[in-house]
């Protein structure tokens, strides 16, 4: 099976470049935490489940204090994180100075923590995935931006390129 990407500059230039890559569920949104819980094994064991390169993941856990006034909607939060397999806890004051002595938690009602999150490098992340991609055949392009594409019955038949080039889909 052909696999052909066509990337507009370079590698990572865009949106992935820029992201700072934090690996914790903050979000509101299910579909978004599903993709979060699901995306974690990849960060921590990407050897064995992608072959090739690193995300540079490094596990810091993540924490979120609360004021009192958010206290309620914090705990509501945390259950419905919990409810999606996330695994976090509820920490009091004196559980978060412990954590991170470093911290003013004189207005802290509670935090949450999630003691598998982390960040990782989004551009060693993309290089990776590209590099494992071509050892499996893929083609990468870079500098080659799409203008068009063409289909027929739901399926990419065609791109066409800024040069006026067409690409025909396998």
Known sequence: ???L???RRILASGATGKSAAFVQVAETSEPEARVTIASLPYYTSWADLVGAGTTKFNRTG???LLKEEHEPQGRKHVDLLRGWGVQVEILDPQQVRDLAPYLDTSDVALAWYQPNAGYA???ATAFSFAERA???GAEIREHVEVTG???NGGRVKSVTTRDGASIEAP
């Open 121 to 123: 490098s989004s551009t």
């Open 1 to 3: 099976r052909r696999v």
């Open 62 to 64: 993540y924490l979120r």
């Open 5 to 7: 990407l066509l990337e």
């Open 149 to 151: 594409i063409h289909g």
């Open 134 to 136: 071509q050892q499996l």
